[in-house]
């Protein structure tokens, strides 16, 4: 939940009326200390007045002074409540602009503490940082270690200013001694700033780091020999900055990562054994996805429990036959994968498999069916290698689902099974 300009403005007024309440009692403050002065001026004043004045002249100037005093604390007394309602109402907005009230406004400043930090916790780095500013409250809680757990650097896009705004913000963050645990990154930015990048990762606030994201921007890949060099450049980029990365995260949890399928990449990412979830995502290079990458990946990973594939690959008529072998997998999600097929399933605790029933993710068959190898049924394939299975996309799959299966089951199996069964003709 972001905080829009709307509210932002709601938030605000609410925070400056509350401001010139704390203003308003200030004033008042400031002028009863200034009226117990002047009572104890006139009381002083009174007991001078008791004593004997010797020179006429001297006494008559003397009563004359404690006349004016007199006369002046009374009219401060008779209109001290009038001054103060005077400053109240310059000091105080209009109630429909200071006081907002109805559909539209929310009382921000009225909340307890943990909302408004849940509040804080949904906004961006950069808003954070405006936030700060705001007010001595606002700034108290958004630097609370809480709130600094989970960084997106997504938003450093440009290699020079991003440079020093990381530079910044890692100073920032060791003000106040916070400990990273979730880590958003940009793969461009990355790539442009290797070495920023790695003394950032590397410093003491990173220590705790469990959970990475890296996400690249989708760009169409102009095939002109500058295009191609590029790619190529930032590619070695990346799997250099890989095998940085992995040195200095071994005990990784979860990563989500634009992945190439090199064999060099699949040895580099193998070496994170405490892995619990990967998503590797499609790369801006071409993917080359082998059947020994894929064991070699998954024989490694031995605590490797969500598995979240997205590759494209040129099958032409049907698909490039995968097999899944692993003993900790639970979750295994291709959804977003084309020209893949699965062919063998050897995983005990399977519990979830995702697959592609959107069309447009299937190659176009040809009108001679019978040009196409016929498979093995996914039904087959799934009873003997994932026994634990209780979900297959959304569809919970019913207690006896190995000897018979439901409509909905059937229906998702004809939209990607490949056997003689389930085949048909995309129209």
């Not at 995260?249 to 193998?270: C, G, M, T």
Request: glycine share 2%; charged share 20%; net charge positive.
């Amino acid at each position: 939940m972001l905080v829009n300009h709307s509210q932002k403005n709601t938030i605000c007024s609410a925070l400056v009326h509350k401001w010139v309440e704390d203003v308003s009692l200030i004033q008042e403050k400031n002028l009863k200390n200034k009226c117990n002065d002047l009572q104890l001026f006139y009381n002083s004043s009174s007991k001078f007045s008791t004593l004997p004045v010797r020179n006429t002249q001297n006494k008559k100037q003397h009563n004359c002074s404690l006349k004016k005093v007199e006369d002046v604390f009374n009219r401060f007394i008779e209109t001290k409540n009038r001054c103060l309602l005077s400053l109240l109402k310059n000091l105080k907005p209009k109630t429909s602009s200071a006081e907002p009230s109805g559909e539209g406004f929310f009382p921000f400043n009225d909340l307890p503490s943990v909302c408004k930090m849940t509040v804080f916790s949904f906004l961006k780095e950069t808003d954070k940082g405006n936030c700060l500013q705001v007010c001595h409250e606002w700034n108290e809680l958004i630097k609370s270690q809480t709130l600094w757990r989970a960084i997106d650097l997504t938003f450093m896009k440009s290699s020079h200013q991003s440079s020093s705004k990381l530079k910044s913000f890692s100073n920032f963050l060791d003000r106040g001694n916070h400990q990273v645990t979730d880590i958003e990154l940009d793969f461009q930015f990355i790539v442009n700033n290797p070495e920023e990048m790695k003394r950032f990762l590397e410093s003491e606030k990173c220590n705790s780091v469990k959970f990475i994201t890296i996400t690249q921007q989708r760009v169409p890949v102009e095939q002109t020999p500058d295009a191609v060099y590029k790619n190529r450049r930032d590619q070695r980029k990346s799997a250099n900055f890989l095998e940085t990365f992995v040195a200095m995260f071994r005990n990784l949890e979860y990563l989500s990562v634009p992945f190439d399928w090199a064999i060099h990449s699949v040895k580099s990412l193998s070496k994170l054994t405490n892995l619990k979830s990967l998503v590797l995502n499609k790369s801006s290079t071409f993917q080359n996805l082998e059947q020994y990458g894929l064991n070699y990946l998954l024989n490694a990973l031995v605590s490797l429990e969500q598995l979240d594939i997205e590759v494209t690959l040129p099958s032409g008529y049907g698909f490039q036959n995968f097999t899944f072998e692993s003993t900790s997998l639970k979750v295994l999600n291709i959804s977003r994968s084309k020209g893949l097929q699965v062919v063998g399933l050897k995983t005990p605790n399977l519990v979830k498999l995702i697959l592609s029933n959107n069309p447009s993710f299937i190659p176009l068959l040809p009108n001679d069916t019978s040009l196409l190898p016929a498979g093995e049924c996914l039904h087959s394939i799934v009873k003997h290698g994932a026994p634990k299975l209780l979900k297959m996309n959304e569809v919970e799959l019913n207690y006896n689902w190995r000897c018979s299966l439901k409509e909905d089951v059937n229906l998702l199996l004809s939209s990607y099974c490949n056997c003689v069964k389930h085949l048909k003709k995309l129209t």
